[in-house]
């Protein structure tokens, strides 16, 4: 079981930055895929970036390509989402979720995080 925990989101102007952290609980997560996700209001849930278990394997969205970057810290059980370049359509609530398998199936969710880009 893990249980994650985000935070880090805010309110930041067009072309600003903003560090998520996901606080990961479980002895397991160091082996866990994880990912960062956001929905929009009004919108479908998406995907954001995913890391693998060792954090040599990144993947992206093509809408945050270049402008944010996914990492974890296993020793510390952290999961982190450097944003930058901020633009208004980035906001959205930011959910980091744990893939206890690797293929892109995410069990666990944490509660999410705001992030409102002003123009």
């Known amino acids: 079981q893990v249980h994650l925990v985000e935070s880090g989101g805010g309110l930041v102007q067009a072309g600003g930055s903003l560090r998520l952290f996901c606080a990961a609980s479980?002895?397991?997560?160091?082996?866990?895929?994880m990912g960062w996700f956001r929905r929009a209001p009004g919108k479908e849930r998406e995907f954001v970036a995913a890391?693998?278990?060792?954090?040599?394997?990144?993947h992206y969205a093509d809408s945050v390509k270049g402008r944010f970057t996914i990492s974890r810290d296993n020793a510390k059980n952290m999961g982190y989402l450097q944003m930058n370049s901020l633009k208004p359509e980035d906001t959205a609530v930011y959910y980091c979720a744990a893939d206890p398998y690797g293929g892109f199936h995410y069990d666990y969710w944490g509660q999410g995080t705001q992030v409102t880009v002003s123009s």
């Open positions: 890391i693998n278990w060792s954090g040599i394997t990144t």
């Open positions: 479980g002895r397991t997560f160091s082996s866990y895929a």
